[in-house]
């Protein structure tokens, strides 16, 4: 039987359990920064010495840990490419910016276990030489804003921020930073550029990694809340405890969002990969099944922006057989892994772990057009192909969905989203708007075209009968 595994999550629902220091404290909060800052110098074969910081970067990249933001992008590696030889300030800034449609998850973190972002954030701050740091907190969560405010003056009045932490002579200030509420400032140049109190657009790259050139031109790291929290049980853990987590490459647990036409819409903590689609959807420990009488039409699986699947689809994947070789196997979609590469070895991606579910209910046509309205409107404006290409997609979209489509409006809306990824664009939202018109459009091309036909033909009759009639009364006024 799948279960959830509460590793991040382990007190967040407990009776009793709040988000005040204290109680984080007398659940073992904060031990694992203690340990963290005070491991002693560690000596290599070789005969060199590292430190506590160097340790803690070494165990994250061990464990294999993959951001939780979106692009499931190896954090350790993300850490490995900080430029720690320009003489300048590091910054971190926790994303907690959740603006992905379908994603709940880092808030519940936020209301729910403050302490534990930060202590995860304060070990990921000490690794890197980071002596400030913001939490960019999206502008509507304004509940989650106060936790953190007060969360942070615990932890100052603790001394697990400010001067000399833990007598180790380690200093770290942490602000939190309330955005205005786009859904581009969570992409994290628009995000820095935000943060530096300018309209978020986002910065290419390259030049602008944030790794090198970053917040105020400086090098900085931008995490996930829940990649930040994985840091705190690592340490905790250990790298290698934390990797027999998950399956490999897929490391740890993860926080699945999952929304939509469920019996048990919530958020549900799971191994990576342990836990299949279908298990997501149906099993009582998760969504529960569908609504009674309905059968599955399609899922969404990992945020808004991630391509769709549709029911009965079937993918084949790369697995590694009995002699270690690859072999390919094939995967009806429920029974996916719920993991970074098995969903995009089937075209889509896991994303901020955001499953929509869509039962055979669901107008298809108004679903994307739903969509496709909320990315015209998040668009920056910057590139061309992205900021009319998504109007463009969302008012063929309308029209289709108040009776005015066109026969041809499936392959238009193609064209379009066709050409607006694939490096045409500053950043990853062209991909974002396209990649859900694509994917509805192309595997349901039959609901679009079949609604654009019934309307040019019955907008065909309507407008011939008015001009029949508006000729008969002209020619008896001439007369
Ligand atoms: C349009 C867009 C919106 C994004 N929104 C978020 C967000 O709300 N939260 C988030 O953590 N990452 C978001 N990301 C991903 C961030 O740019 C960044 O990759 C992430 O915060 C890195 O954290 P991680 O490595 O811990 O996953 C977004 C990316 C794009 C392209
Ligand atoms: S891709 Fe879209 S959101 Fe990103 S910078 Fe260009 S216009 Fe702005």
Known sequence: MPQEYRLILKYADQPGYTPDIECYLRNGGYEALKKGLSLPLKTLPDGKTVTASVQIRDEV???????????????????????????????????????????????????????QMLEGMILACFANDV????????????????????????????????KNIFGTGYELEIYVHRGAGAYICGEETGLIESLEGKRAYPRIKPPYFPAVLGLYMCPTIVNNVETLCAVKH?????????????????????????????????????????VTIGELINDPAFGGGLRDGR?????????????????????????????GKDVEKEFDMLDLPYDFDSLIGAGSMSGS????????????????????EFYAHESC????????????????????????GRKNDADYLIKIADNIPGGRTICAFGEACSWPVQSFVGKFKD????????????????????????????????R
């Not at 772990?353 to 739903?370: F, H, P, R, W, Y």
Request: proline share 4%; with cysteine; charged share 25%.
């Open 61 to 115: 990249m061990k464990s294999g840990l993959r951001g939780r933001g979106g692009a499931g992008f190896s954090c350790g590696l993300k850490w490995s490419f900080v430029d720690r030889k320009s003489g300048k300030p590091i910054y971190l800034i926790c994303n907690a910016d959740e603006s992905e449609p379908g994603t709940f998850k880092d808030k519940q973190i936020i209301h729910k276990d403050p302490h």
């Open 131 to 162: 002596h400030l740091a913001y939490i960019y907190i999206r502008g509507e969560f304004m509940e989650g804003a106060k936790i953190l405010e007060r969360a942070l003056q615990e932890a100052r009045a603790k001394n697990f921020l400010g």
């Open 234 to 274: 690592i340490v905790a853990m250990g790298a290698l405890e934390y990797a027999k987590l998950g399956t490999p490459n897929n490391t740890g647990t993860r926080i699945v969002s999952i929304s939509g036409h469920v019996k048990k819409p919530g958020y549900y903590e799971v191994e990576v990969g342990k």
């Open 295 to 323: 059968k599955l039409k399609a899922l969404i699986p990992g945020g808004s922006s991630a391509k769709v699947f549709k029911a009965g689809e079937k993918f084949k994947l790369k697995r590694k057989g009995p002699d």
């Open 353 to 372: 772990g955001a499953m929509i579910v869509l039962d055979d209910s669901t107008d298809i046509v108004k679903a994307l057009a739903n969509i496709s």
């Open 381 to 404: 404006g910057q590139c061309t192909p992205c900021r009319e290409g998504s109007l463009w997609m969302s008012k063929a979209l309308h029209r289709l969905t108040h009776g005015q």
């Open 447 to 478: 609901e679009f075209v079949a609604k654009g036909a019934a309307d040019e033909e019955r907008n065909a009759k309507a407008t011939d009968a008015p001009q029949a009639e508006h000729f008969a009364v002209a020619s008896r006024a001439n």
